[in-house]
């Protein structure tokens, strides 16, 4: 059995998976061996040395010291893809949104006084003030083509959009997914200059974070409408609210308010309502329970950010899990002290992932702890245990 410490409401489906695997969870849970969360920030928590595992309900992981994580042998996942539809579906509002004036109209509705005036009448008389341009024929860009931009690329598509897609880092399995009508912009700043509609869907990283700033509101077509259902940080607030003003940008819409946007006109501020569906809720606290229970059970690894992904059967023996520096002459020092031991390998996978390395190793006979700690002990070796039950 693992302690799980939740650190946001999770969906309750998430929760019965963990528990009819045995585990305890909840929010009380002391001396965790794993955390699920959602957008809470762990970033100022001290972890004990009993965390092995942290699962991100959701795409986005700025709010886990990752860094931290990696240094201090822990793995962290999140749940690529399981709330895309619900953010798709909340940007192609904001699309229309950006577009005609619905909120203000129906603000406007609301002020009319049925006692004073014919209310039929008046909405008539003051419509024209709330009107906006449709979508169809626009040029939508589209910053970032993963799971959601990939999503809202065809549905623009759908609705008649011509849309252009940037991203440097295009994977195989997006390019797979993106309609063929989609055009590769060639640069940002390209994008930024050709498009009406721009929604960004990158995660919030060193290199994202500012990344339209100033210089790059400066060279956007004039009047652009402008989505970010990603981060908060992504975009200069000040910059944004400037060109608000010059009407670089006629309407921002943000699903991540800040102080700096309230009260501003042409700010639609969404409560970060992206993935707050029950479809999303549920797939992502499923996802991210089974990853987490997988890798606490038998090492397996699936969808972690920080460690290389690593899944092999077990045999019913004991198994060792062990994430190392990937230099030279580590499997043989491993090796070694296993063969000291008197532990015969059965099984054995190795995988890395940048400056990391991870190893699952299953052997005929049963670890003991002098041998975990003598593995322990190896310069280079940043994490090693023995996974509880077995590889069975
Ligand atoms: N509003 C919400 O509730 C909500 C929900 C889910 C995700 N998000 C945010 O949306 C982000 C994207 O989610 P996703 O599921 O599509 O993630 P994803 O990892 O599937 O896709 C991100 C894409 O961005 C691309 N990218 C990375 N750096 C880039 C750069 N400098 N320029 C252009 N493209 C770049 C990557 O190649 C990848 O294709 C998340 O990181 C999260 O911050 C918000
Ligand atoms: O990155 C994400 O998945 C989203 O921002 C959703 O965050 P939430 O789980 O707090 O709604």
Not at 209 to 223: Q, S
Not at 225 to 243: E, T, Y
Request: net charge negative; charged share 20%.
């Amino acid at each position: 059995m693992a302690r799980i410490q939740t650190f946001n409401k999770i969906a309750a489906e998430g929760i019965a998976l963990l528990e009819a695997r045995g585990h305890q969870v909840g929010p009380d849970v002391h001396d965790p061996d794993g955390i699920l969360v959602r957008s809470a920030k762990l970033q100022d928590i001290t972890f004990g040395p009993s965390l092995r595992g942290i699962a991100r309900a959701g795409a986005g992981v700025n709010n886990v010291p990752v860094s931290r994580c990696t240094e201090e042998g822990v793995v962290v996942f999140n749940t690529p893809g399981s709330n895309a539809n619900s953010v798709k579906e909340l940007v192609v509002a904001g699309l229309m949104l950006s577009s005609r004036k619905i909120i203000e109209g129906c603000q406007w509705v609301q002020t009319l006084d049925p006692a004073k005036v014919d209310v039929g009448k008046e909405v008539e008389a003051g419509k024209s003030a709330f009107g906006g341009p449709e979508i169809a024929g626009k040029r939508l860009g589209v910053i970032g083509l993963g799971a959601i931009g990939v999503m809202v690329a065809n549905a623009g598509i759908s609705l008649g959009m011509e849309v252009a897609g940037y991203d440097p880092y295009l994977s195989v399995n997006s390019a797979w997914g993106l309609s063929r009508s989609v055009l590769r912009a060639t640069s940002l700043e390209a994008l930024l200059a050709d498009c009406d509609y721009i929604s960004i869907h990158v995660p919030l990283n060193d290199e994202t974070r500012g990344v339209i700033n100033a210089d790059r509101l400066n060279k956007t077509k004039k009047g652009a409408r402008f989505l970010n259902f990603s981060r908060d940080a992504l975009v200069d607030d000040q910059a944004m609210v400037k060109a608000l003003k010059d009407g670089t940008i006629s309407t921002y819409v943000t699903d991540f308010p800040t102080a700096a946007l309230l009260g501003n006109p042409g700010v639609i501020a969404i409560p970060h309502l992206g993935a707050s569906t029950p479809e999303a809720e549920t797939n992502s606290a499923i996802m991210a329970a089974q990853q987490l229970a997988d890798f606490l059970e038998q090492g397996n690894i699936k969808h972690s950010v920080n460690f290389p992904e690593c899944i092999m059967d077990g045999n019913g023996g004991d198994r060792i899990i062990l994430a190392n520096k990937n230099v030279p002459n580590m499997v043989s020092r491993i090796t070694t002290i296993l063969a000291e031991a008197e532990l015969n390998i059965s099984d054995m996978l190795n995988r890395h992932r940048d400056d990391l390395a991870y190893n699952i190793i299953d052997v005929d006979q049963t670890i003991s702890a002098a041998t975990v700690e003598k593995l322990q002990a190896i310069d280079g070796v940043v994490m090693a245990r023995v996974v509880p039950g077995g590889a069975g």
